[in-house]
């Protein structure tokens, strides 16, 4: 008689990878804090306009050069209202409005970039590692892009094609297409390398041959097989996607190549400030300390999700 | 190793190709118009006799053909005959500004050594810091030491040069006093005293970009030592009777410095790219600050020849980090 080693039956049901994930991203303090500040200042420009209802470009002349209300507390003699809690600028616009405004378009713009900086990359990875003869030509192409001098070419580009585009889709329609789109092609080669690795080695993995053997086509081969397992890496470069677009919105309005001198962004309000920062330290400090704490969260967030994607490090 | 550099080199040339057509294309397609300033008064025939001197008359291809022999060629003679007195580039047309009607590398010449001071020291200075921080994180891993030095780094990565910029002139410059808030280039150190003064002018500028370079430069410094720690070579050093300083300062540190030189060696295009906004931010009239008053001129000459410096940069500090690493590597050597 052979033995017939019964095998324990579990003692829970398996757990969803998913839910393994976000435990283990709990863990991560400062992911944890990091995607609660994202989500915040997310909310807070999407639905903050609605509750603080001031329109941000209403000049109130008597109301110019106002302090933040919490300057009274070591100077009496401050100029400081209640109605406008982050003071006013030279023109009288409120302070508190402006930042929402500002970051509605400084988040709109870095959250369609990275989605079209990770479209790009994911393409390009995914096309770059599952067929073998596009891998050399589409990688020498990422290898080129790499080497361009990206800022210099923002730059230039945006100088260049303003002025077309504003007159066919609006000032601030072009500006943001013109922003997002040449983000978009200039930042999306990490995600397609990183890709590409992992669809290079998922396709010697057994599952993939066993999809094959049962005559899957290449179009469900990708969408079943290969683009569920990249999601990890795509994620992580996603947060980086993010951090990196931002950035680069508010250096192109810093330098003055941004959107149209009526529409605030962050970068752009930081640069109006920089003239007046002796006399308002504050009008450089909300819009850089809001660039500045939004990449943070994002690059903690990526960190902990990191953390939480790879499967060596998760479970320990 | 010789047939890999030159392999590498060979590889560079197509590379550089393709990136000055791509910046010509770029300026090509671009609707800006030089004449845009000119008055209206002036008839159109008198205007495209101008654009015809501005060199404009041309087809595209004969055009670019002319600008690569310009840049590859003829500026490289006119910089021979500057060092030893020939005359190469006599009577041949060079790349003129369209701003200031003098041949755009001159000017580029003249602008470069700001630049190089300001972002070279400040990464010098950067890498001076981070590698002790990298090497002392790794080997207290988890330590407060370690925690503190990743938040470090992290608002390193976060925190750009146009914010870090300004809130170091609010605080040291305005209300401190205890530097000038704008980089004076025309300053000439020949005492003591001026060298003090220069000395005060670089930190603010040095400091806001050797910021960003610890940043990244720890965090590669300490994930190199991490992995060499756990190696059995170290162990083995331990188990010889060698000093733990030796261990770590010659055997590990030894090892783990070859990726960091050559995460150095590419970093820097990167650096001169960066440095656009901070000398833009502390008024250094370097080749970041050329380029954003070209642009806003539409000047392009100079555009396109920046642009392509900065390529060219690129292209050469990515070969000089493979080749480094082929140097400091045996094992990666391809041949």
Same mark, same amino acid.
């Given at each position: 008689?052979?033995?017939?080693?019964?095998e324990p039956l579990p003692a829970k049901p398996p757990r969803n990878k998913w839910l393994d994930i976000w435990t283990q991203l709990g863990k991560h303090k400062g992911a944890m804090l990091g995607g609660g500040f994202l989500l915040f200042i997310t909310l807070g420009v999407l639905?903050?306009?609605?509750?603080?209802?001031?329109?941000?470009?209403?000049?109130?002349?008597?109301?110019?050069?106002?302090?933040?209300?919490?300057?009274?507390?070591?100077?009496?003699?401050?100029?400081?209202?209640?109605? &406008?809690?982050?003071?006013?600028?030279?023109?009288?616009?409120?302070?508190?409005?402006?930042?929402?405004?500002?970051?509605?378009?400084?988040m709109?713009?870095g959250w369609t970039a990275m989605l079209l900086t990770l479209g790009i990359g994911t393409i390009?990875g995914v096309?770059?590692g599952y067929?073998?003869?596009?891998?050399?030509?589409?990688?020498?192409?990422?290898?080129? +892009?790499?080497?361009?001098?990206?800022?210099?070419?923002?730059?230039?580009?945006?100088?260049?094609?303003?002025?077309?585009?504003?007159?066919?889709?609006?000032?601030?329609?072009?500006?943001?297409? %013109?922003?997002?789109?040449?983000?978009?092609?200039?930042s999306w080669m990490p995600t397609a390398r990183i890709v590409r690795g992992d669809v290079l080695a998922l396709k010697e993995r057994e599952f993939v041959?066993a999809a094959? !053997?049962?005559?899957?086509?290449?179009?469900?081969m990708i969408k079943r097989h290969i683009l569920p397992n990249v999601l990890s890496p795509i994620m992580v470069s996603a947060t980086l996607g993010l951090a990196t677009a931002i950035i680069?919105?508010?250096?192109? #309005?810093?330098?003055?190549?941004?959107? =149209?001198?009526? +529409? =605030?962004?962050?970068? /752009?309000?930081?640069?109006?400030?920089?003239?007046?920062?002796? &006399?308002?330290?504050?009008?450089?400090?909300?819009?850089?300390?809001a660039i500045s704490l939004t990449v943070l969260s994002v690059n903690y967030l990526g960190d902990g999700l990191r953390d939480a994607l790879d499967p060596r490090i998760r479970g320990r | 190793?010789?047939?890999?550099?030159?392999?590498?080199?060979?590889?560079?040339?197509?590379?550089?190709?393709?990136?000055?057509?791509?910046?010509?294309?770029?300026?090509?397609?671009?609707?800006?118009?030089?004449?845009?300033?000119?008055?209206?008064?002036?008839?159109?025939?008198?205007?495209? /006799?101008?654009? %015809?001197?501005?060199?404009?008359?041309?087809?595209?291809?004969?055009?670019?053909?002319?600008?690569?022999?310009?840049?590859?060629?003829?500026?490289?003679?006119?910089?021979?005959?500057?060092?030893?007195?020939?005359?190469?580039?006599?009577?041949?047309?060079?790349?003129? !500004?369209?701003?200031?009607?003098?041949?755009?590398?001159?000017?580029?010449?003249?602008?470069?050594?700001?630049?190089?001071?300001?972002?070279?020291?400040?990464?010098? $200075?950067?890498?001076?810091?981070?590698? *002790?921080i990298g090497?002392y994180s790794a080997y207290k891993q988890y330590s407060m030491f370690d925690q503190a030095g990743t938040f470090v780094s992290m608002i390193g990565f976060s925190i *750009?040069?146009?914010?870090?910029?300004?809130?170091?002139?609010?605080?040291?410059?305005?209300?401190?006093?205890?530097?000038? #808030?704008?980089?004076?280039?025309?300053?000439?150190?020949?005492?003591?005293?001026? +060298? /003090?003064?220069?000395?005060?002018?670089?930190?603010? *500028?040095?400091?806001? %970009?050797?910021?960003?370079?610890?940043a990244q430069i720890s965090r590669y410094m300490r994930a190199s030592m991490l992995d060499n720690l756990n190696q059995?070579?170290?162990?083995?050093?331990?188990?010889?009777?060698? !000093?733990?300083?030796? $261990?770590?300062?010659?055997?590990?540190?030894?090892?783990s410095?070859?990726p960091?030189?050559?995460v150095?060696? %590419?970093?820097?295009?990167?650096?001169?790219?960066?440095?656009?906004?901070?000398?833009?931010?502390? /008024?250094? &009239?370097?080749?970041?600050?050329?380029?954003?008053?070209?642009?806003?001129?539409?000047?392009?000459?100079?555009?396109?020849?920046?642009?392509?410096?900065?390529? $060219?940069?690129?292209?050469?500090?990515?070969?000089?980090?493979?080749?480094?690493?082929?140097?400091?590597?045996?094992?990666?050597?391809?041949?």
């Amino acid at each position: 008689m052979t033995d017939i080693s019964i095998e324990p039956l579990p003692a829970k049901p398996p757990r969803n990878k998913w839910l393994d994930i976000w435990t283990q991203l709990g863990k991560h303090k400062g992911a944890m804090l990091g995607g609660g500040f994202l989500l915040f200042i997310t909310l807070g420009v999407l639905f903050g306009p609605y509750i603080w209802t001031i329109d941000p470009q209403k000049i109130d002349i008597r109301n110019r050069d106002l302090r933040p209300i919490f300057t009274a507390l070591f100077d009496s003699d401050a100029k400081v209202r209640w109605a &406008n809690p982050l003071g006013t600028d030279q023109l009288g616009r409120d302070g508190l409005a402006n930042l929402m405004a500002g970051g509605r378009a400084s988040m709109a713009v870095g959250w369609t970039a990275m989605l079209l900086t990770l479209g790009i990359g994911t393409i390009i990875g995914v096309v770059a590692g599952y067929f073998k003869r596009l891998d050399g030509p589409l990688m020498r192409l990422t290898d080129l +892009f790499l080497s361009l001098p990206i800022l210099p070419l923002l730059l230039v580009a945006v100088t260049l094609f303003r002025e077309p585009l504003r007159a066919s889709f609006g000032p601030e329609g072009g500006m943001f297409i %013109l922003i997002v789109s040449i983000i978009g092609i200039t930042s999306w080669m990490p995600t397609a390398r990183i890709v590409r690795g992992d669809v290079l080695a998922l396709k010697e993995r057994e599952f993939v041959l066993a999809a094959r !053997s049962i005559g899957t086509t290449q179009t469900n081969m990708i969408k079943r097989h290969i683009l569920p397992n990249v999601l990890s890496p795509i994620m992580v470069s996603a947060t980086l996607g993010l951090a990196t677009a931002i950035i680069t919105e508010s250096a192109l #309005s810093f330098l003055g190549v941004g959107f =149209p001198s009526d +529409f =605030p962004t962050w970068g /752009k309000m930081l640069a109006d400030a920089v003239d007046r920062m002796e &006399n308002f330290p504050e009008r450089v400090l909300w819009p850089g300390l809001a660039i500045s704490l939004t990449v943070l969260s994002v690059n903690y967030l990526g960190d902990g999700l990191r953390d939480a994607l790879d499967p060596r490090i998760r479970g320990r | 190793m010789l047939t890999f550099t030159i392999r590498r080199l060979v590889l560079a040339v197509p590379t550089l190709l393709f990136i000055s057509l791509a910046i010509f294309l770029l300026l090509e397609l671009a609707p800006g118009d030089p004449m845009a300033q000119v008055p209206l008064t002036v008839p159109p025939e008198v205007k495209e /006799k101008m654009r %015809l001197a501005l060199g404009l008359g041309e087809p595209l291809h004969v055009r670019y053909w002319k600008w690569i022999v310009q840049f590859f060629w003829i500026e490289p003679q006119v910089l021979i005959d500057h060092y030893f007195g020939t005359t190469f580039a006599e009577g041949k047309l060079r790349v003129i !500004s369209w701003q200031t009607r003098s041949p755009v590398m001159d000017i580029v010449v003249q602008r470069i050594p700001q630049t190089i001071w300001v972002v070279g020291t400040a990464y010098i $200075v950067g890498i001076l810091i981070a590698i *002790p921080i990298g090497i002392y994180s790794a080997y207290k891993q988890y330590s407060m030491f370690d925690q503190a030095g990743t938040f470090v780094s992290m608002i390193g990565f976060s925190i *750009p040069p146009f914010f870090t910029g300004p809130l170091l002139i609010v605080i040291f410059a305005v209300h401190l006093g205890w530097f000038p #808030s704008v980089y004076d280039t025309t300053h000439v150190v020949n005492d003591w005293e001026s +060298f /003090k003064l220069q000395f005060r002018q670089m930190i603010l *500028p040095v400091m806001v %970009l050797a910021l960003q370079t610890t940043a990244q430069i720890s965090r590669y410094m300490r994930a190199s030592m991490l992995d060499n720690l756990n190696q059995d070579y170290v162990r083995t050093a331990r188990a010889k009777g060698l !000093s733990e300083f030796v $261990v770590v300062m010659v055997h590990v540190l030894r090892n783990s410095m070859i990726p960091v030189i050559t995460v150095i060696a %590419l970093g820097m295009p990167a650096i001169f790219g960066g440095a656009i906004i901070t000398e833009v931010v502390f /008024k250094v &009239n370097g080749i970041g600050q050329l380029l954003i008053t070209a642009l806003f001129a539409n000047d392009l000459p100079m555009v396109q020849t920046l642009t392509f410096i900065f390529a $060219v940069l690129i292209v050469l500090f990515n070969l000089i980090a493979d080749i480094l690493y082929g140097v400091l590597d045996p094992r990666i050597r391809y041949d």
